[in-house]
Each structure stands twice: as structure tokens, then as C-alpha cells.
């Protein structure tokens, strides 16, 4: 869900202080807002936020209250309500959907094991033929990043090789006692619905689900609909980039390319009111939090912001997005963001429309990828300044050290080494605060990049100054 921002943020945070923006409270209220009163937050929210590109959507009671673009795509189109973008996990809600109708059917029986109905589904490990569907939809299978091997499922291009790949992985958990989340569960659901209805899984989607709720601009690969391109900020500049290549079409964890519009009927549908596509105690249990986490199919429960929301955002490398159904209120919410940074605004300003819907007073939302980008400019003059000093005074350090102990010379050295054990193992850092998911050095050259490079400028600094440092000591003779 959040994950990967709340964490590089917390990295972020090594070096500095971050303060975001609150919301007032108020109690919440039923009374409907014009839509010009979300219009004017959301244009506001675009604008202080500095994104290129941002489209919403809000519904209440089977009709869409408002629904805008703000800002521009990567050829300087305005951004409207009908721009496609990739939603990334907001796909995963479609996924369950489309199981959940198939179970309606008959042809795919919830409590069953995965395996019993997907016979090409095997791993390594044998706990893994107990695996129910209700598990893979509720992140509790015992599937995990971890136990997979994530780089071998980048490279399929279609869900039966992605199942393949999945021969060598092992749980990390008993199914059903605990919630990882990984997008190996909802591709294997994706793949258990081509096998139950002999249909590819695109297609199922746009019979079953993008047709009946009238979503024509909606797909699951970029030969039938075009997004927008996305952006990655860089120390305060956007560019356009191509998405990160890797399993994105037919995706049943992240493919979904749609609209703020066409959201709205799918969050008019969630919320009980227009088409209906399974019965109203399967769309209830769509949205229940399990005994294990607050995470229901494809939907969780966020509890931070007052009264329960039924939410969940959506991470790629150049898109970001949230959505939000408020039983409080009736309203639901969704935002497509046609770019990702170290911070999830896409999230702060779904949050703003929430209390805005509550009859609170949002407070303004800033420009925090701003702040946390010319911090990441301060930590890099820092580090050069120190790594220049570091070289020009290491024959004073040396000679002080000459007839120093071994261990107390090497004790000295850690310091200038540690930068760069930091940047050696940012991959491996940011995989364990994530809870596991896998991290690659390509994922970090995108959203996280002055992250990354402010790492990378650290260890030089400290490899050099470590360097200059060694080689005085030995012209000494202090090494041999």
C-alpha cells in the first residue's frame, strides 16, 4: 500500500527533520458539497504540491460529484478527467472482483486450495498446496517477496510464465497466519481467472467488469489504451521517463490503465449504488478486514484520519494513486497522479478531499518533495565539504596516528567507511524496512534517484577521504 514512501521518507528522515501538514478536526457531517468546493481544493492541492499532473474524482450516492484534471502530461496537454494513467495496486481491487464473480459462478471456489483449481500452480515448499483463494485475496497465503524470486517474475510476459516462475519459492509463513503484501498473490489470482473462465484475463476484466460499469477508457495493457507518460522528480526538476519495464500488461496486481471518470463508476459500484456485479455480502466481504491484518481483497482499512476509510493507493515508478470510499459520509474518493517522488502527495491529497467531505477545514498541503529534495542538496554540500576536507587534511591525520594501535587506526577509519557500507546495502535496507519486498538498484534510479545519488555522493566523499587517508598512512610506513 504505502509502504515504499513511508520508507524513504524514514530514510529521508536520517538526515533531517520533515514536517507535514495536519488536518483539523471537526465532527463528521452528512451535508453534500458543491462540486466547486472540491474543484478549488483540488486545483489549490495541484498547485502547492508542484505535480505535473494530477486527476480526481469524487462520488456520492450513485452519482459522480466531481471529476477534473489539473496540470499537464509529458507533451503539455492539460491534464482532464479522461487522461488514462496506470493506477498500479488500485488494480488489485479489479483482480478480486473479477475472482469474486467467478466464485458467484461456481467456477472457482473461495475456501478451495489454489492448487486443487491451478494445477500449474507448484513451489518448492509443500505447505503451499493449502493455500486457499481466500488467502491469495487477503495477502495471507504465506507468499512473500521473499520467498519468491522477484527478478525471475519481472521477466514474464504473460501470467502462465509468471505462475512458472514461481516453482523455486518457498513461504515465509503458515497460509493464513500471516499478512505479507506481494503482488505474487493477485497474479496468481489474474491466472485462476483465465483458467476458470478460458479467458484472457484483459479481456474477462473488460467483459465482466469495464463494460458493465460503462469504463471505455479503461484496459489492462497500452496497445488498447495509451497512459500518460509519467514523471520523476530530480532536485526540483521533473522529467518524463517510461515506466520502469518489467510485468506491467495483463497485470493482475498492477496492470489497470484508467481515468478519473471511469473510477467514478467503479467507486459508485463499491459503494453499493449503480451495476452491481456480485451480491451485496460478497461486495461487504471485498471490503472486511481479516482476524490477521485490516486488509480485506484489494481494499484496507485505513483508521488514521478519523473514521474508518476503506482505501488503498497505488506505487509504480512514475505514477502514483489512492482511492477511498468513506462510509461516514457516503462519499468516495479517487486520485491518479501522473508521477512518483519520494513523497506520496497523491495520498495527502486524497486525505484533504476525506476531511473536506467530513465538513473539516483541510489544512493546505505544501510542497514537501520540494523540502525533502533541498534537504538531500544541503546533506550533499555537507558530505563534499567534509569529503574535501577529509583529503586535504589526511597527512595531518595520518602523521597523528602513525604510532597509534592497529585496532585504534581502524576504529578512526570507520566513520569515513560508513557512507559507504550505507550505500553498498541500500537495497538490502530498504527491503527489510519494507517488510520484505524486493528492492533493485533499477528501482532506485527512479522516484528514489536523489535519494540515491545523495548515498552515492556520501560514500564518494567518505571513499575518498578514507583513500587519502590509507595512502598517507602507508607513504608513513605506518601500513605494511
Not at 30 to 54: I, K, M, Q, Y
Not at 313 to 331: H, I, R, V
Request: overall charge neutral.
Amino acid at each position: 500500500m504505502r509502504n515504499r514512501v513511508g520508507v524513504l521518507v524514514a530514510l529521508a528522515g536520517v538526515v533531517g527533520g520533515l514536517f507535514l501538514p495536519t488536518t483539523a478536526a471537526a465532527e463528521p457531517t452528512r451535508n453534500t458539497l458543491s462540486a466547486r468546493a472540491f474543484d478549488e481544493f483540488s486545483a489549490r492541492a495541484a498547485t502547492d504540491t508542484g505535480l505535473p499532473g494530477v486527476s480526481v474524482v469524487i462520488t456520492r450516492d450513485g452519482q459522480i460529484v466531481h471529476a477534473a484534471g489539473y496540470g499537464h502530461d509529458s507533451t503539455g496537454a492539460p491534464i482532464t478527467a479522461h487522461t488514462p494513467m496506470r493506477v498500479a495496486s488500485l488494480t488489485k481491487a479489479f483482480t478480486a472482483m473479477a475472482v469474486m464473480t467467478l466464485v458467484e459462478d461456481g467456477a472457482i471456489g473461495l475456501d478451495r486450495p489454489v492448487a486443487d483449481q491451478l494445477p500449474e500452480f507448484r513451489t518448492a515448499d509443500p505447505r503451499s498446496d493449502r493455500i486457499t483463494v481466500r488467502q491469495l485475496l487477503n495477502q495471507t497465503s504465506g507468499l512473500s517477496d521473499r520467498g519468491a524470486d522477484i527478478g525471475a517474475t519481472a521477466t514474464a510476459g504473460s501470467l502462465q510464465q509468471y505462475t512458472a516462475t514461481l516453482r523455486t519459492a518457498t513461504l515465509t509463513a503458515e497460509p493464513g497466519t500471516r499478512w505479507a503484501y506481494t503482488n505474487v498473490n493477485y497474479n496468481l489470482a489474474a491466472r485462476l481467472v483465465e483458467v476458470a473462465s478460458g479467458s484472457d484475463f484483459g479481456e474477462f476484466v473488460r467483459q465482466r467488469i469495464f463494460t458493465p460499469l460503462g469504463m471505455p477508457d479503461s484496459a489492462l495493457d497500452d496497445d488498447t489504451i495509451t497512459p500518460a507518460a509519467g514523471f520523476n522528480s530530480l532536485f526540483g526538476q521533473w522529467i518524463a521517463r517510461d515506466e520502469l519495464p518489467g510485468f506491467l500488461d495483463g497485470s493482475g496486481s498492477g496492470g489497470v490503465i484508467t481515468t478519473a471518470a471511469d473510477l467514478g463508476r467503479w467507486l459508485i459500484t463499491h459503494s453499493g449504488d449503480g451495476p452491481q456485479l456480485v451480491r451485496p455480502e460478497n461486495l461487504a466481504l471485498m471490503h472486511a478486514p481479516t482476524p490477521v491484518r485490516d486488509y480485506g481483497m484489494g481494499w484496507g482499512l485505513d483508521s488514521d484520519h478519523g473514521a474508518p476509510l476503506i482505501t488503498h493507493s497505488g506505487n509504480l515508478f512514475t505514477y502514483t494513486s489512492a482511492a477511498a470510499l468513506d462510509p461516514s459520509t457516503g462519499y468516495g474518493f479517487a486520485v491518479l497522479v501522473n508521477s512518483a517522488a519520494l513523497h506520496d502527495d497523491a495520498y495527502e491529497i486524497l486525505t484533504g478531499l476525506v476531511a473536506l467531505g467530513r465538513g473539516e477545514h483541510p489544512a493546505p498541503l505544501v510542497d514537501t518533495r520540494s523540502r525533502i529534495e533541498a534537504l538531500l542538496v544541503a546533506v550533499i554540500a555537507g558530505a563534499l565539504g567534509l569529503g574535501i576536507a577529509g583529503v586535504v587534511r589526511s597527512r595531518r591525520w595520518a602523521d597523528r596516528r602513525r604510532r597509534s594501535r592497529w585496532w585504534w587506526t581502524v576504529l578512526r577509519c570507520l566513520p569515513a567507511a560508513a557512507p559507504i557500507a550505507l550505500f553498498a546495502a541500500f537495497p538490502q535496507a530498504l527491503s527489510v524496512l519494507m517488510n520484505g519486498r524486493t528492492v533493485t538498484w533499477a528501482q532506485l534510479t527512479y522516484f528514489p534517484a536523489p535519494l540515491t545519488i545523495t548515498l552515492l555522493i556520501c560514500a564518494f566523499a567518505g571513499a575518498a577521504t578514507l583513500t587519502a587517508r590509507l595512502l598517507r598512512l602507508r607513504s608513513l610506513g605506518s601500513l605494511r
